[in-house]
């Protein structure tokens, strides 16, 4: 029988009923109470009886509206009660989400209705599930009884879970009663209740929690709950059971108002169960009486901030505060750990807190920052928590530090150039001198350009360092009183030349064609003249300058690559080899534990920059400093990251530094090598080793395996003090279990 579309149907309407159109009410869809949803109905064959109101349909049948689909070989439609029932081949798509089956019982009005042999689809968790009847209670809300479900691809899934009772929300949770769990057609295990997501958009609810166990810390659990406050703000609460230590409650608050205006805070507190002499054992960032102690009640407060003020002033707040010294280092594991709200910190901030798990110091820090086209000004409140209680009372504060800068500009229209640098400091602390500073250091330069061949710019800049000391210290031995102002003058003028060198080399190196060799010899004389600085305070390096004359050379080599592929120009910075010492007229200072002392040598270490990025897949940073005198390296640090196209990658980190007076050595190499074995398949080794030490700072195995709908991940790790092995499962669209 030919194919009755638009025209047939016009025909029935006219001559058996005023409309064809199936009208049904769907507040979901609708913005006004009185407008209604239109289903249109198409196939090969149409009739309609107009006593009983019952609409009949064969072969190819459509049904439409604006949001759903539904097709079947037959259709029978009673417009009184609104009912559809669909026979043969049936099939209910809503954008990417679908429902099959045999037959299919369907109310046009609230588009709720069962499908017999039902199979259903949800595209954007990539979710499958499947039963003798499938429910659809509402649109997106289905309930499944005996039912099965799985995130695989094909007709026998790698996974898929059996559930006695079944209920999936799009946008919501899906839970399943008698579940059991299946890999391939083997069943492993048996839960009485499973919660997964099912949801597209955020949704209140628990997370996946983490297991584990540690030596100091005993058995672990650690259970996040998820909370969606409105549509710019979420928190997290976290209950971390530990059976040597209790119960740690935490929370964490997020807030998006805007790119530029948004927060994380995060805080922890654990009355810690370990007896006495048990934190005495553990004890790990030091033995100093001020950092003794047994700590029973521990928290810990971190939160960073981006916000934008009127006048388009931006400004930022970071507060790292902790109970004592040890916490960072006792509680590393779960949510809350330090590497944990490192990661959230450089996701949402591209900072990460300032100090890391065994300083003794906490840095917290308000700023606020207002930007011209030419100049700048920043106030900045900075607090500095010592957890050696002993030393906290010394401890000198920034409250607050207010700067300014002019960058260079003309000078009354002449040839001169001017700029400006300028601070202001409240220096406080409870014990110990404090006191105010203003420093201002006005620069004037003179550019010289012959050319392109010298560039000449001589320069000299005056300071002037003003004092008002609030409170002096028990070794002032000046006789000065409170409010007593001192100032401190020095100038200083340098003097830059240099000059490019370059020439273009054709060259065929896969698809490089050309290379720009650029030679840049640079001269530049500094002089400061030697001041004597006793009568001023000592609060940073600022106030206790080194005279300085001496001359800095320095050559540099810069290679460009310019690159067609494919009918495409590009250019490559591939290499920069830059090498600089310094020499010393006078006998060189510098600044030590606040004193200026006298050098030795006149000339300085000579100094190797070298960074090497021929291609993406490769990156060499290379910086090392050589002794004349002894003919001897003092310093390397390399920085190496190798890659390719398909998936592996080797990164090493290497720092040496020999001692210089008091200063602690550095003889420690950091490698991270990822090999893809096959598609799915990697292997990380990773090794920290302290030459300095001697020993490993830690060691990590870990092996991934990644499929389609399921992931497996085992890794060791190996720390002089720890060592831990972990399993994690992902079922895709389901979540991850973590076994540590």
């Not at 290499?575 to 006998?587: H, I, M």
Request: proline share 5%.
């Amino acid at each position: 029988m030919l194919r009755v579309l638009a025209f047939v149907v016009v025909v029935l309407v006219a001559v058996l009923r005023p409309t064809l159109e199936l009208r049904a009410a769907s507040e979901d869809l609708l913005s006004e109470p009185s407008e209604k949803k239109v289903w249109h109905l198409e196939a090969d064959e149409v009739t309609y009886d107009a006593r009983q109101e019952l609409y009949t349909a064969r072969g190819n049948v459509h049904l439409r509206s604006e949001t759903q689909a539904v097709s079947a070989d037959e259709l029978h439609y009673d417009a009184l009660t609104h009912r559809a029932i669909l026979e043969g081949h049936v099939r209910l798509q809503r954008g990417a989400d679908w429902l099959v089956g045999e037959r299919a019982n369907l109310d046009t009005e609230t588009e709720a209705g069962t499908i017999e042999q039902g199979q259903g689809f949800l595209a954007t968790n990539h979710f499958y599930f499947n039963g003798p009847v499938v429910e659809q209670t509402a649109p997106q809300v289905y309930h499944i009884e005996r039912g099965a479900f799985t995130s695989c691809d094909g007709e026998n899934p790698n996974w898929h879970f059996r559930a006695s009772d079944l209920d999936v929300t799009v946008d919501g949770y899906g839970f399943a009663k008698d579940a059991v769990f299946y890999a391939g057609p083997v069943p492993l295990f048996y839960t009485p209740y499973l919660v997964f997501p099912a949801k597209t958009e955020r949704q209140s609810g628990f997370l996946p929690p983490q297991l584990g166990h540690d030596s100091r810390l005993g058995w672990e659990i650690d259970l996040p709950f998820y909370w969606v406050i409105n549509d710019s703000a979420d928190a997290t609460i976290y209950t971390h059971y530990m059976s040597l230590r209790g119960v740690m409650e935490g929370a964490e608050f997020r807030y998006a108002a805007s790119e530029e205006s948004k927060g994380v805070f995060r805080f922890d507190y654990i009355h810690d169960l370990a007896p006495p002499d048990r934190s005495e054992q553990i004890k790990l960032v030091g033995t100093e009486p001020g950092l003794l102690g047994h700590y029973q009640d521990r928290w810990w407060w971190r939160s960073k901030q981006d916000f934008a003020l009127p006048e388009g002033v931006k400004g930022k707040m970071d507060v790292d505060l902790v109970s004592d010294p040890d916490y960072l280092r006792e509680f590393q594991t779960g949510f809350s750990g330090l590497k944990e709200s490192n990661s959230v910190f450089r996701q949402t901030f591209h900072r990460e807190l300032l100090n890391d798990d065994t300083s003794t110091i906490r840095e917290s820090t308000l700023q606020a920052n207002k930007t011209w086209a030419t100049q700048s000004v920043n106030a900045d409140f900075h607090y500095f928590e010592n957890l050696d209680k002993s030393e906290d009372g010394k401890t000198l504060q920034a409250l607050p530090l207010a700067t300014y800068g002019l960058v260079q500009q003309p000078l009354l229209g002449g040839p001169f150039f001017w700029q400006t640098d300028a601070s202001y400091v409240n220096f406080y602390r409870p014990n110990g001198i404090r006191g105010q500073r203003l420093d201002v250091q006005p620069r004037v330069a003179l550019p010289l350009r012959w050319d392109s061949y010298l560039y000449l710019e001589p320069s000299v800049a005056g300071r002037e360092t003003l004092y008002l000391l609030d409170q002096l210290g028990e070794s002032e031995q000046n006789g000065q009183d409170q409010g007593h102002m001192e100032t401190r003058e020095l100038y200083d003028i340098q003097v830059k030349a240099s000059t490019d060198l370059a020439r273009v080399y054709p060259v065929e190196l896969g698809s490089w064609t050309k290379v720009r060799h650029t030679l840049q010899p640079e001269v530049v004389y500094e002089y400061i003249p030697s001041v004597n600085q006793d009568n001023v305070p000592f609060f940073d390096s600022l106030d206790r300058i080194p005279s300085v004359n001496s001359v800095t050379y320095s050559l540099t080599n810069f290679f460009s690559a310019r690159e067609e592929e494919a009918g495409k120009v590009s250019y490559t910075d591939a290499l920069r080899v830059k090498l600089s010492e310094s020499y010393s007229f006078d006998t060189p200072e510098t600044l030590l534990n606040g004193e200026i002392v006298k050098r030795n040598h006149r000339f300085s270490d000579i100094g190797l920059q070298t960074d090497l990025t021929p291609s993406p897949y490769v990156s060499v940073t290379y910086n090392t400093q050589w002794s004349p005198y002894d003919a001897k390296f003092t310093s390397h640090e390399l920085f190496t990251t190798l890659s390719d196209p398909r998936g592996d990658s080797l990164s090493v980190t290497y720092r040496k530094r020999r001692p210089l007076e008091e200063s602690t050595p550095v003889d420690e190499i950091d490698a991270r090598l990822t090999v893809k074995i096959t598609d799915g398949l990697s292997f990380l080794v990773h090794r920290d080793y302290s030459f300095v030490l001697n020993q490993n700072v830690e060691t990590e195995y870990r092996v991934t395996l990644t499929r389609q709908c399921w992931g497996v991940m085992v890794s060791y790790v190996d720390k002089p003090d720890d060592q831990r092995i972990s399993v994690g499962f992902t079922l895709t669209g389901i979540g991850e279990a973590k076994l540590l």
